[in-house]
Structure formats: C-alpha cells, structure tokens
C-alpha cells in the first residue's frame, strides 16, 4: 500500500472549513484513499472514500488532485465535537488480493476552538 | 443494531496471567480484526479473519490467538500476559460485498493494563 504524510496537527475556528491535507505520491491506480477520525478515547469512524473523483457525503468532502498523488478532506462547518485525530489511508480494493488489512498512521490532530 | 461489541471495557491483569478479549458483531460481516492503540502510536493490526475457520496475522501477532468458529464472534486471546501487551484494543469488522470499500466498523475499544 502507497505510503501517506499528513501534519501532526492543525487548528481550526470553530464555524470555519477544516481542510485537512494528505499527501500520498507513490499512489498507484487501483488504491482508494480513505479517511476515518477517532475521536478521543473512542474507536475510529469511517469518514468518506474515493479513487478519482471528488467525494462528498453528509459528513465531508474529498478533494483528489487530477494527479491522485494528494488528497483533501475538508469539514465544511468545523464544530468542536470534531476535534479528533484524522486518519488518511491509502488502500487497493479486497477484491485484488494482498489481504484485507488498513494501515492507520499517525494522522492529523484537529483542534476545533471556539 | 449494535455494530460491534467489545468486552470487556477495562481489564487488570498480572503478569503471567491469561485472558480473553470478546469481540462481536451483528452485521453479518465477513472480515473482522483486531487492532491495538499505543500513546502516540497508529493501530497497529494484529490478527483477522476474512470468514469463519480463516484467521491470519497481522503485524503484531506474538502473545495472541484467535479463532473464528461462528461468523459473529472473533476473540482475542492472551496466553501470558506481558506489560508491553498494555494497550487500548479495537475490534473491527466489514463486508466484502461491496468492491472497493474497506469501510471498517470499530468497536468502542478494551483498555488492558497489566502489571
């Protein structure tokens, strides 16, 4: 699985976009890019994924570059319950073999203040 | 719908001393894992399962076993516990029917201590 890098920490406004950066150059064509937050002390949370196109669902965006070598997730109205670590992970589908696993790095600690 | 379920919630043990960690789920999920969460560190996997009777490891397997007799159940056991296997540990489960989708449902966690 391609290797991913996103900053220790970031602060975000409460109110305000949280955009949340991932860089994950070594990408190949088949992997998806996921993101999952965990929140403290909790277990961790499916956010959204994508391959290609720009995702969105209820709880974020996924902004992919035409490249796919880096990725965005942004909180469109950052509150402080989403104050979390954020996870970008970078993962071929199961259906191609190389077992089933998700490789969770260190992430992104997302401090939403007032 | 209670997703996935883990107990229990907080453990002590001592040295030595063996124990296991229940894991389970009500979503018919094919794919369950264990995962554990050190200060400062990512989750790190320790073993899986694609199915009932299919277990294998992950990257940190020593000091534990699984097995998986029933779809909805995937314990974790510590033979003899050791102080490095103090740790918070995540079950997590998923459906392979969907191409594409590694969307992992976590449990709340299990928090070990052991002296």
């Known amino acids: 699985d391609a290797k991913t890098t996103q900053p220790t920490s970031m602060d975000c406004a409460e109110g305000r976009a949280a955009n949340l950066p991932c860089n994950h150059s070594?990408?190949?064509?088949?992997?998806?890019v996921y993101w999952y937050r965990q929140i403290h002390s909790q277990g961790p949370q499916y956010i959204i994924h994508g391959l290609k196109n720009n995702e969105t669902n209820e709880m974020a965006s996924l902004i992919i570059t035409e490249d796919r070598k880096s990725s965005t997730l942004i909180l469109p109205h950052a509150t402080l319950r989403d104050t979390a670590v954020y996870y970008c992970?970078?993962?071929?589908?199961?259906?191609?073999?190389?077992?089933?696993?998700?490789?969770f790095g260190t992430g992104t600690q997302l401090k939403v203040e007032l | 719908n209670a997703g996935v379920t883990q107990t229990p919630k907080f453990q002590v043990l001592k040295t030595g001393q063996s124990m296991t960690l229940q894991c389970a789920q009500d979503m018919n999920h094919e794919y369950m894992s264990w995962y554990r969460q050190d200060p400062g560190m990512g989750l790190r996997l320790i073993h899986y399962?694609?199915?009932?009777?299919?277990?294998d490891q992950g990257e940190v397997p020593n000091g534990y076993n699984v097995s998986r007799s029933t779809t909805e159940d995937f314990p974790l056991r510590l033979l003899s516990a050791a102080p490095s296997q103090t740790s918070v540990y995540f079950c997590a489960s998923r459906s392979s029917g969907t191409s594409g989708a590694n969307v992992l449902t976590f449990g709340a966690g299990s928090r070990l201590t052991v002296l």
């Open positions: 070594t990408i190949s064509g088949n992997e998806y």
């Open positions: 992970i970078v993962r071929s589908s199961p259906f191609t073999g190389g077992g089933n696993k998700l490789t």
């Open positions: 399962s694609v199915g009932a009777g299919i277990t």
